[in-house]
């Protein structure tokens, strides 16, 4: 059985190693600020540990105020599992680290949050529309496009 | 002296006898060596994420049909355990098993497919498609019995399954389940020793074990190339606990063992059914969900082992009718990852082989 | 003295010499465009009847009795349809490939031997004519890869050449296997001097030429020409209407040629104890296209840098050793001991395709890039 670890005993873990990282550690997964969100992902990739060998899965959502990009983990040496969230408030231009040299299952993943919610990933190599065609405007998955 | 020679783009385009639907890939050749592929999708895309949004958490369930069109049973089934994680409903024992015998026989149709229109990207020209939809149409036959459609089934529900199985089904099925490891033993001695077969697919287009974890490739691609990960044994949901069954894993993640696990993954199929067919209790098949149905607030994340991977449903619900967030993880667009890197240097022959062996289904990728 | 000789003959009786030659030149130009297109319609709705019930279905079965009218409305759908050009494609090479690839088919037929004397022209280089006038099809098909502007023609075309070109070489070392035991060039004679049939005598080189063959032909397992899972349609993407039409009547005619060849060369042509001449012929054409059918039916295709190592690295040293051996044995056994031959020869042909089979392994093909 995949163990969902505890994201009060991680968020503790995770703010002694990279103090000031964690935002809040609620129900549902750990917030953690996205400027530290890359030198957290090597430290869960790369740590025994931890081991998150796997991005199960990279989606973002649209609460009105901000947004929000969330990435489940899931290690398959430890069989434990955890969820991450980052919180992007700027509803023009969003911008979150890209986790691609991380994980490279987030390739496509990043590509289509950009295309339907219109985050960018800054250090993807390859940022562009997935889903909807080349002169496409507007990014339909957000909560104000229709 | 050395020829001037100058690589020039092929467009495998979005309408090509074998591109498994609407893809369609740039290919640049340098002769007949491919040296760089871009995926270019998008063709199927119809919005069912956003369509998601206004429609109640029940009628959600025929726009999950309409993902992976080939295994509809396995996507109904993947988004109701979802909903039912988020609000801790307990299905009926005789739902479990019934739909424990949906999912098992819609993997064994969709790898009966993927492995006979594999062998048609080789050449071999229909005859494995035909001698496999043999057995496909008695699998049709036994859902037509039980819900009416022959492709998207629409049949799970929020608590269990929408219809309750006729009489005539279990010994319909008792026949198949009797008949089919013959004729999966018929398939292995027509092909897994074929020559040709050999010399086009062990070998070509190896997925690395490790670059197959850090791609999050799911399923029999992940299988494949040597990791022991199946969701019904590592996470097991429903029922799987209760069923004994083994994982086929390969040992090099080339085409061959792809196939190869498709094939063993059939028989393993074969054996959960019919333990499930013997312990299938009585019982009610659905539980009465309060109308209108809300999901408490908060999300989940569930995920099972389709016939292509991982399937996962990520549910955002702020108790009203609707989802306030619907998203699919495809696992074949993330299988789809490393495609680049399986393809260059190789063949437009082998680019074509080793696109089938993965086993795309473009309604999931493009949604 | 053939049939036809004997008919010109007894019309230059009656008539000027010249008028003679040419009306018995029509004479047999018409049976024999007759029967070789009746055979390439009854072959077109047996391949499909056939291929049908390999693949556990029945065949068209809805045109006329057990389907026979099929290839005929085939054949009128092709010719109503549009003929469509593009745009950019070299309109005269373009224009010029279906004939170029339909015309040596028939062309073949002239010196194939059809019953004791049958024969439209009895060249005493019948073959070498026939392996000089099919390789003009290859041109053919690389002017419709060419001539189409488009890129999957293009690989086609391409591919086309290499593999003709490649197979070329063992098929006319097992033809000159046949002709050094028989003696002569010329067809008729071939079969005369067939008192065994030489696919008992020389068996290697029967599977040598039916395999080259079948390449040659561009039938399954060697027809990624026209590869449908990769390159779309291959050479004849582009053509539609009668120029379709063409490339498809010159495909089956392709094979009926070189199953009267083998017939010819392998199987001793019309003879046979008790039936008559010209049945034994067609049964024996129909065999050797059952066994074409049934290589279609059941095999994946290879990829072409494999298609190419089996030609030069499997099959054309084999026919090297074939041709070494044969020629020994015509030397020294083949009037003494015909039986000692046969045996001597199949042992050999076990020898080496189990010694091959261990050795040459068809490669992995994968190139740094």
Redesign the interface.
Known sequence: MTVVLDYEAVARRLSEKFPGSVVESGKSGIVVKSDRLRELAWFLRDSSEFGFDYLANLTAVDYLDYFEVVYHLVSLTNNHSLVLKVRCTDRDKPVVPSVVDVWRAADFQEREVYDLMGIVFEGHPNLKRLLLWEGFVGHPLRKDYL | MALKTEP?I?NVGPQ???THGVFRMRVTL??????DVEPV??YL?R?I??LAESRTYTQVIPLTDRLDYLASMTNNFGYVLAVEKLAGIKVPERAEHLRVIMAELMRISSHLMAVGFF?????????PV??MW?EREKIMDLFEMVCGQRLTYNYMRVGGVSHDIPEEFLPALERFVGEMPRFIDEYEQLLSQ????L??T???GVLPRA?A????ASGPVLRASG?K?DIRK???YSIYERFDFEVPVGMVGDCYDRYWVRIQEMRQSVRIIEQAMKRLPRGEICIKLPKPFRLPN??V?G?IEAPKG?L?F?L?SDNSIAP??F?V?PPT??N???LRDMV???????L?VIFGSIDVCLGEI?? | MTLLEQFQDWLGGISPDWAAYVIAGVVGIVVILGFVLTLVIVFIWYERRLLGRFQIRLGPNRLGPEGIFQPIATAVKILLKEDIIPERADKFVHWLAPIVVFTPVLMVFAVVPLDKGAVLADLNVGVLYIVAISSVSAVGIYMAGWGSNNKYALIAAMRTVAQIVSYELPVVLSILGVVLMAGSLSLTKIVDAQNLPFIVMQPLGFLIFFLGALAEMNRCPFDLLEADSEIVAGYHTEYSGMKFAMFYLGEYGHALAYACIVTVLFLGGWRGPVLPPFLWFVVKIVAIFSLIVWLRATLPRLRVDQLMAFAWKGLFPMAMVNLLVVAIEVLWLVELLPWVVVVVNITLAGILILAWSRLFVLGKGRVEV
Do not use: Q
Request: zero cysteines.
């Open positions: 020039f092929l090509h006898p074998s340098d002769g007949e060596v491919v040296v999708i998008g895309h919005g994420e956003k062998l048609n990207d080789l050449g071999a020209m229909m005859t035909l001698y043999r074929n020559e040709i077969l010399a086009r062990k070998g070509v670059m974890i850090n791609i999050a990791v990960w590592a996470d097991p908060g999300e994340y995920h991982e996962g990520y955002v306030y967030r998203h993880r667009l993330i789809l990852t490393a260059v240097g190789w063949k437009i022959a082998d074509i493009d949604r």
